[in-house]
């Protein structure tokens, strides 16, 4: 899915945290699992972001996306700018949506001149180059 937020929580422990929206099926998932993986886009990646926000491609959405899963079962979409995998160390029920802190255990990037994909009042734009 496409979470709301994604911050830098602490460096000691590395710890970040993300806010998706309470019951949705990645939620679940997420409590299950106690662990779960950011892929970070880049410009040009604009459609993954959008295909991740609906809820109606939920059964569909990795079909004819290449990613691994590397045997713990969180996916880390090729091509992306970076990932960070992370296991889950606390959890918040906020309003419409659950704040999950989780503790980095993997991380990635892509060694490709990208620009990461940024998203700004409902609109999705990238870093002015000056």
Known sequence: MTVSAFCSVSLKPNLVLICLQSGSQTE?????????AVNILSQGQESLAKRFARAEERQTRFS???YSANGDGLPVLNNCLGYVKCKVTSSYDQGSHTIFIGEVTALGYNQSPLQPLLYFRR????????
């Open 28 to 36: 679940r998932m997420i409590r299950e699992s106690s662990a779960f």
């Open 64 to 66: 004819g996306i290449s």
């Open 123 to 130: 609109k999705y734009g990238a870093l002015d180059e000056h």
